[in-house]
């Protein structure tokens, strides 16, 4: 249901900023050799916002008008391009953490208002699986939650929303 969905990003804009800006300058050292650092995996959920929210959007203006039996495919996009174009590991730590909370605000405005004709709007997944947007809202936010335990799991500092 799009109300869990709901709560549990709420919870994590409630928790995260104060528990990422704990872990000071360890953010920039990559977790194990040759992965993202905990910075750069906060900001490919910044990217992973970005990419989504526009999803969102698209998919229940266009849900509106397409045929049912020929859903809106989703355009994957490169993540690691993503996370090396933005510069991640440059950036002082309070601005990734600002700006993945307010593009988390940003989804919660659009998902908040959503109707159940819009949840229902099918889109085709780039692996060709039909899903529906409150498909895709739920998996977007397992998909922070799931990043959010690597940033913070090995710390004892785990977010209680998490």
Known sequence: MIANS??????ALNTVPEQF???QEEVYQPR????WSRLQILGHLCDSAINNVSRFIQLQQNGITTDSDNPT???PYNQNQWVDAQQYN????????RLWASLNQAVLRVIT???????DVRCKLPDGQIV???WLIQ???AHMEHHLHQIFSNHGILPSSL
């Open 6 to 11: 709901i709560a549990r990003l709420e919870a």
């Open 21 to 23: 800006q704990a872990l």
């Open 32 to 35: 194990t050799p040759g992965e």
């Open 73 to 75: 495919s989703i355009t």
């Open 90 to 97: 440059n950036a002082p730590i309070e601005d990734i953490i």
């Open 113 to 119: 208002h959503l109707s159940q004709p819009s949840l």
């Open 132 to 134: 529906t947007l409150e």
């Open 139 to 141: 998996d977007y936010v």
